[in-house]
Every structure is written in structure tokens, then in C-alpha cells.
């Protein structure tokens, strides 16, 4: 069955510092990929997707590119912040689920930025 | 946007007791939610399917008599974790979308304490 696997945290990182999550994912067929975020005590918000191979995600400094030859989704941010720190899932859905929200998760990365 | 609320954010409770917790879409109406169920350092993983007047659907491997879903309006989806035990104690996230949305609002998540 489908599956995500991503980089385990936590994660600690001074202030602009560069950023990396690896993600990778097994699935049939073209999934949509998509990375979450979860700041503390809230639920967890889209940060970025996307819906085909070589798309690039992006947003608030976020990128990942679906890589369909690695199988990746790997999320980058050239300089994080204090208020990224956060758990960041990175996630599928693919065709034929039944319901086109129904995701695959990743275990989820922790992520400390420290000032 | 889109807001998914759920209640109660914490619960502790004693083994052989039943637990409800509620998933209420807050601006919009929500036909189907999603229950989703988080262990420590894992993945998200899907429980069931809720369907606002129907039956909900279930994954397998999820107790139906054990996780009672009732999704009695169309902004509110209720969990009810009949006669808890300490293997129950976990996070459990609901989401769900507006129509013709393709994006999932998740709740905050409510963490189950089972002594």
C-alpha cells in the first residue's frame, strides 16, 4: 500500500539557518504530495502541495519538488525562523482512494528553531 | 477559512469508562469528517470515514464497538471511545473540508489519557 517515510527529528536549528526534510514516498500510480504543519496546540495546516512530477510547492519561503525518479518531496527553506518551529508532516493522496482527501501520513518531523 | 474545532483538547479518564470527543465544523458545513488517530512519533493514520445521516466507514483493523462515530449534523461528527483502556491513550484528530473544497481543515487534535 501507499506509504510516506520522513526524516525523523527533532530537529534543532539557529535562526537563518537552511533547512531540509527529507520525504520520501512509495504509491501506484501519480499521487498529489503535500506537506503539512502543526504549530503547537493548533491543528494542522496545508503548507504546500503538489499535484504532478516536477511541480514545485511553495509557500511563506517553503519549497519541495516532486520528484517522481527519487520518489521525493524533500522540504526546504533557505532561512528559518523562530515562528517556523513547528511539526511539519509531509503527506499523498493518491488517485483511486475513494475519497480525494483521504491522506497518507508521515510520522511527522519536529522542528526547534532556537533565536 | 475554513475552521475545524474539537473539544475536549485534553481528556483523562479511568480504565472501563467512555470518552466522547467532538469535531465541529465551524463556518462551514461538512457532509463527511475524517477521524484520524496519532501514537507517539508515527504517522497519522485514518480511523473512519464519518458521513453526515449514515453509517460511518471504517478502516481496517478499527474496532467499530470500540470507536462509536455519530455524525448527526452537518457540522458536528462525534468520537465516542467506549469502555477505555490504556492501549486507547492517544492523539485524535478530525478534519474535514467544505463542498468542492480539495483541501483538508484539521482540528487541534484531543489527547485521550486512559489511567
Known amino acids: 500500500g501507499d506509504s510516506v517515510t520522513q526524516m525523523e527529528g527533532p530537529v534543532t536549528l539557529s535562526e537563518e539557518a537552511f533547512l531540509t526534510i527529507n520525504c520520501t514516498y512509495t504509491?501506484?500510480?501519480?499521487?498529489?504530495l503535500f506537506w503539512y504543519v502543526q504549530y503547537p496546540g493548533e491543528g494542522l495546516q496545508l503548507l504546500l502541495k503538489?499535484?504532478?512530477?516536477?511541480d514545485k510547492g511553495s509557500n511563506k519561503g517553503f519549497e519541495a519538488t516532486y520528484r517522481k525518479e527519487t520518489t521525493s518531496f524533500h522540504l526546504e527553506k533557505g532561512s528559518v525562523q523562530v515562528s517556523d518551529s513547528a511539526v511539519y508532516f509531509c503527506?499523498?493522496?493518491?488517485?483511486?482512494?475513494?475519497?480525494?482527501?483521504?491522506?497518507?501520513f508521515g510520522s511527522g518531523t519536529q522542528l526547534t528553531v532556537l533565536p | 477559512g475554513a475552521v475545524v474545532s474539537q473539544h475536549p483538547s485534553r481528556v483523562i479518564c479511568k480504565s472501563g469508562t467512555s470518552v466522547k470527543i467532538e469535531c465541529r465544523s465551524l463556518?462551514?458545513?461538512?457532509?463527511?469528517m475524517f477521524w484520524y488517530r496519532q501514537f507517539p512519533k508515527k504517522s497519522l493514520m485514518l480511523m473512519a470515514t464519518?458521513?453526515?445521516?449514515?453509517?460511518?466507514?471504517?478502516e481496517q483493523g478499527v474496532e467499530k464497538d470500540k470507536f462509536l462515530i455519530n455524525h448527526a449534523s452537518l457540522t458536528l461528527s462525534t468520537l465516542t471511545v467506549t469502555s477505555a483502556h490504556p492501549e486507547d491513550s492517544s492523539f485524535y484528530i478530525c478534519?474535514?473540508?467544505?463542498?468542492?473544497?480539495?483541501?483538508?481543515?484539521f482540528g487541534a487534535g484531543s489527547r485521550l489519557t486512559v489511567l
Open positions: 478534519s474535514a473540508s467544505p463542498s468542492g473544497a480539495n483541501v483538508l481543515t
Open positions: 464519518s458521513n453526515e445521516g449514515s453509517k460511518a466507514t471504517y
Open positions: 504509491a501506484t500510480g501519480y499521487p498529489s
Open positions: 463556518d462551514f458545513q461538512a457532509t463527511t
Open positions: 503527506a499523498l493522496n493518491s488517485p483511486g482512494m475513494g475519497s480525494a482527501r483521504q491522506l497518507t
Open positions: 503538489a499535484t504532478k512530477a516536477d
